[in-house]
């Protein structure tokens, strides 16, 4: 099964700042990675696949990156909207997996 | 628009059973692949289980192979997860999630949840 870490686990930034989560994944899954954003009480939402490919709807201020096993999504301009749980996860290999989850704080 | 429902959840003893249902509406069903998530209380997402748009290919979690089984019925539009010899760890909210067909393997669409408690 690959393994996603994430960090940090936690990540406090102002308004108006910008984050950058990263996922490292235990072997290479190309660009088969995809980004989830969970604000409580909701479902998950798409915000990247592809590594670098954003999902319909979703704001340019959020931008991912990288290939095989490191991989960033960096959000800019952080609005209180986006306090929430970033999750990655790679669909290289069955099991698709996902990272344990880093919480945004705005 | 783009809709998934999950009904079924609810209160079950240990090593009952029940089945979900996740009701597929606005989109052409039958070019979605389709998983089931869940999520334990307050821990992270957890894949449980894949089925192919036209039932050809299943797969499962370990932690759950040979007690759950997944099931479609697209004249229906309609996901089905069967499950068995429930233990306490399978409470979870469960969330119905799929993507389209060439398209790329993230979970693009997603219900809202059911809750499925196991307790005695």
């Known amino acids: 099964e690959i393994v996603l870490t994430q960090s940090p686990a936690t990540l406090s930034v102002s308004p108006g700042g910008s984050a950058t989560v990263t996922c490292r994944a235990s072997q290479s899954v190309r660009t088969n990675l995809a980004w989830y954003q969970q604000t409580p009480g909701q479902a998950p939402r798409l915000l990247v696949s592809g590594a670098s490919s954003r999902a319909t709807g979703v704001p340019a201020r959020f931008s991912g990156s990288g290939f095989g096993t490191e991989f960033t999504l960096t959000i800019s301009t952080l609005q209180s909207e986006d306090s929430a749980v970033i999750y990655c996860q790679q669909y290289e290999r069955w099991p698709y997996t996902f990272g344990q989850g880093t919480k945004l704080e705005i | 628009q783009v809709q998934l429902e999950e009904s079924g959840g609810g209160l079950f003893k240990p090593g009952g059973s029940l089945t979900l249902s996740c009701a597929a509406s606005?989109?052409?069903?039958?070019?979605?692949?389709m998983n089931w998530i869940r999520q334990s209380p307050g821990k992270g997402l957890e894949w449980v289980a894949y089925i192919s748009h036209r039932s050809n290919t299943v797969y499962y979690a370990d932690s759950v192979k040979g007690r759950f089984s997944v099931s479609r019925d697209n004249a229906n539009s309609s996901l089905y997860l069967h499950m068995n010899r429930l233990r306490a760890e399978d409470t979870a909210v469960y969330y119905c999630?799929?993507?389209?067909?060439?398209?790329?393997?993230?979970?693009?669409?997603w219900g809202h949840g059911t809750v499925v408690t196991v307790s005695s």
């Open positions: 999630a799929g993507w389209e067909l060439l398209v790329s393997d993230a979970f693009e669409i």
């Open positions: 606005g989109f052409p069903f039958i070019d979605y692949y």
